[in-house]
Each structure stands twice: as C-alpha cells, then as structure tokens.
C-alpha cells in the first residue's frame, strides 16, 4: 500500500467515528442495525434496555421508600427525608435520575418502533421524575440531621408539594409499569432459547430462566388481584412452580472449578439467594391466611409483601445483573 494514502485514510475513519459519536440518531441506527444481525429479539431489548435500566435503579427503590414512608401513615414530620434512596441504592435521587434517565433512554426505540404507546409514557415519566427528584434531592442529607430545619409553614408547603407531586409520579410510573413487561418479556423469552441453544441448560439459562419466571409470577398474581379472579389454587400453584425453579439452582451452585463468567453468574445467585427466600416466603403467607380466612387487611399486607419482597430481589439482581444481561 502507498504510505501516502495512510493519512487520508485515518482522515476519514477518524471523522467517520466522530460524526457517529455526535449523533445520537445514526448512531441509534446503526446500533439497531448491528442488534438486527443478532435477531429481531436482540434489537428489542436493546432498545427496551434503558428504559428498563431507568425503571429498575430509579423506579424500584423510590417504591420500596414509599411504601415505607406510607406503612408509617405518611407522618408530616418525617416528609423531607421520606425519599432518601441512599438507603436503597447507595446514590441519592438526584444523581439516579441524571445518571440513568436522561432523555436519550428513549433514542432506540423511537428508531425502531416510532409509534410504541410506550414511547410518550416514558417521556411523561422523566418529566415527572425531574421535579420529583429536585425536591427531594435533599432528603439523605436531611435524614442525617444536617441542614437548617424547615420552618412549620415550609414543612406545610413541602409536605403539600410532595403529595402532589407523588400522585403525579405514581402515575406516570403504573403506566410505565403497565406497558413495559409485555413488551420486554417477549424477547427476554426469545433470548433464553437462543442462550439455551448456543450454550445449553447451563448456570446462565438457569439465572435468566429463574428471573422471567419470578417476573411472570408477580405480574400473574398482581393481574389476579386487580382483576379479582385470583384464586388460592391458583396462587399456590405458581408459587410451586417458583419455587422448583429456584431449588433447581443448586445443581449449579456446586460446580467444581467455574469459569471466570460463571463465577459472575454464581455471585448473582448469592446476591438475591436473602431477598429470593423472602419473596417466596411472602407468597407462601399470602396463601396461608388466605386458606384461613384472615381480615382483609392482612391479606392486603401480605399482598404488598408480595410485590415489595419481588421488587428488594429485583433491586439486588440489577446491582451486576445490568452489566450481564
């Protein structure tokens, strides 16, 4: 090769790359483009990726702190620090909300599915999210005592603007909520089977087979509720189901001498192996006082057990599962 083509050549690639790397669109494309080659399944999940990313780091603690602050009866005086998901995430709202809901989380999917309902609900979420997340930023650093106290007539106006605003949040997050599993699922689904044929039944498949099916349990018993057509037989079947699922692990987890991959994957086992016990646990005494006839609000209690205990394994798993799978 002329030496002398060398230059303009890099020139050209160099700039190339850069136009890429300063256009989100042609780069959402061709990203699209690559996942293509994959499968279709691949490109929807990856377009589904960050929205689901947002949903899970930011979403699903700022549930588990709002169940808390709600279990209290939403006391006045605890209202400035209710939302510190410090305790949850180790990051504070604010550094949640810009770290992984930016406006970008949505470039894909507007690519490949410009006309998703799912699109302007996401939208609607982080406009939300925002305002949220600026009011209560502080709220870490007002559980730790630190900061000028609010006078009466601040606590008053925060307490009003965190009722209304949470309303709003909720909202905007159960339609989210209600959009997203049915379309994540599928190619979740698509790419267990391509994982099992490629590599087979292995620590992997089991990890993700475990997940769809935890995930597919709450929505199931969830819908059931919101329906009123759940029945106790019904509840304690795909609780057995679960749970063989989950026994079944312990076949990997004994391997001799894993690999480095498979270390990561046996590390994500230990990881929700406390939280995993618990969910299971939550829908066992949700059919137990249910066959015994318990007053509603325990049945109600047991039911956000539920739900809470999905979401605390749920928030475990995406500690490293988000950098796997």
């Given at each position: 090769m002329n030496p002398n083509w060398l230059l303009p050549i890099s020139l050209v690639l160099g700039l190339t790359l850069v136009g890429l790397a300063g256009a989100s669109k042609p780069l959402g494309r061709l990203d699209l483009w690559l996942d293509h080659q994959d499968s279709p399944s691949t490109a929807q999940a990856n377009a589904l990726a960050p929205i689901v990313n947002c949903m899970n780091q930011v979403d699903v603690p700022?549930?588990?702190a709002h169940?808390?602050?709600?279990?209290?009866?939403?006391?006045?005086?605890?209202?400035?620090?209710?939302?510190?998901?410090?305790?949850?995430?180790?990051?504070?709202?604010?550094?949640?909300?810009?770290l992984n809901c930016p406006g970008r989380i949505i470039d894909k999917l507007q690519v490949l599915a410009p006309d998703s309902p799912l699109l302007p609900a996401t939208v609607r979420y982080v406009q939300v999210l925002g305002p949220f997340a600026a009011l209560t930023k502080d709220s870490?650093?007002?559980?730790?005592?630190?900061?000028?106290?609010?006078?009466e007539a601040q606590l008053d106006e925060f307490a009003r603007q965190l009722a209304q605003q949470s309303e709003a949040y909720l909202?905007?997050?159960?339609?989210?909520?209600?959009?997203?599993?049915?379309?994540?699922i599928e190619p979740r689904s698509q790419q267990l089977l391509r994982l099992e044929q490629r590599l087979g039944r292995n620590a992997h498949w089991a990890l993700l087979d475990y997940m769809i099916q935890a995930r597919s349990t709450v929505e199931f018993v969830e819908a059931g509720v919101r329906q009123q057509s759940l029945t106790p037989?019904?509840?304690?079947?795909?609780?057995?189901q679960l749970r063989q699922t989950w026994d079944a692990r312990q076949q990997y987890l004994k391997t001799g001498q894993p690999d480095k991959n498979t270390?990561?994957?046996l590390y994500l086992w230990q990881l929700i192996a406390q939280p995993g016990e618990q969910y299971l646990k939550a829908l066992d005494t949700l059919h137990r006082d249910w066959q015994q006839h318990a007053e509603p609000q325990r049945l109600s209690d047991d039911y956000h057990a539920v739900t809470q205990g999905y979401d605390q394994m749920l928030y475990h798993y995406n500690k490293l599962a988000r950098s796997q799978y």
């Open positions: 700022w549930r588990l169940q808390a602050f709600m279990a209290e009866g939403a006391p006045r005086a605890k209202a400035p620090e209710a939302y510190d998901l410090y305790h949850y995430s180790h990051q504070d709202i604010d550094a949640l909300y810009r870490f650093v007002r559980k730790m005592g630190i900061g000028r106290p609010l006078t909202e905007a997050s159960n339609a989210v909520r209600r959009l997203l599993p049915a379309l994540d037989d019904q509840l304690a079947q795909v609780t057995r270390e990561q994957v």
